[in-house]
């Protein structure tokens, strides 16, 4: 969204929008890997303040995900909300062409965006967090067993008759048992 400096009052501007992961080019490839499916458009909070010349914007996101279990495979749904910060600041003249890698990235690592002239585009920093809102390693719960990997039967729902082999949870804890 873009937005100009004069729409930013004294008191700070309060924007709310829907932001929707399927429509935006910088997101379709974790769409398209699986790994996470959005359900629905992200809903986007965003509470901007003009601090001397730059402007700090305090986000909030929301999202409804289905995510797939890195453990069991099992696909589950799961609601995921982030709180962010940054900071836009004027593009320096000097780094209206900036060399590949070199100020970027150090402006990267603080949390610091540029904004040309008298307008800021708030997409880029909303993508990186909506991105961040996708876990690692999705588990359906904090507890998931897994699948056997002997049988393949998802050890949440289905018995398992398989002998507890080496590398088994069962197993690790008998033999640091055993050292003892
Ligand atoms: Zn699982
Ligand atoms: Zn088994």
Not at 112 to 126: H, I, M, R, S, Y
Not at 141 to 168: I, K, V, Y
């Amino acid at each position: 969204m873009r937005v100009h400096l004069d729409a930013i009052k004294d008191t700070g501007l309060h924007l709310a929008y829907e932001f929707n992961p399927a429509r935006d080019e910088g997101l379709a490839d974790v769409e398209q890997s699986g790994e996470a499916v959005f359900l629905g458009p992200v809903a986007v909070s965003l509470d901007l303040d003009r601090v001397a010349d730059t402007v700090e914007v305090h986000g909030h996101l929301s999202a409804h995900l289905r995510l797939t279990c890195a453990r069991c495979l099992a696909e589950f749904e799961q609601d995921a909300v982030a709180d962010f910060f940054c900071v836009f600041t004027p593009q320096p003249e000097e780094r209206r062409q900036p060399t590949p890698g070199d100020l970027e990235l150090s402006a990267d690592d603080v949390g610091l965006l540029f904004f040309e002239g008298q307008v800021l585009e708030t997409d880029e920093a909303v993508r990186e967090e909506v991105l961040a809102l996708v876990p690692y390693r999705a588990l359906c719960r904090p507890d998931c067993r897994g699948l056997c990997s002997r049988c393949g039967a998802n050890l949440n729902t289905d018995l398992c008759t398989c002998p507890a082999a080496p590398g088994d949870p069962r197993f690790t804890v008998l033999s640091t048992f055993k050292k003892r």
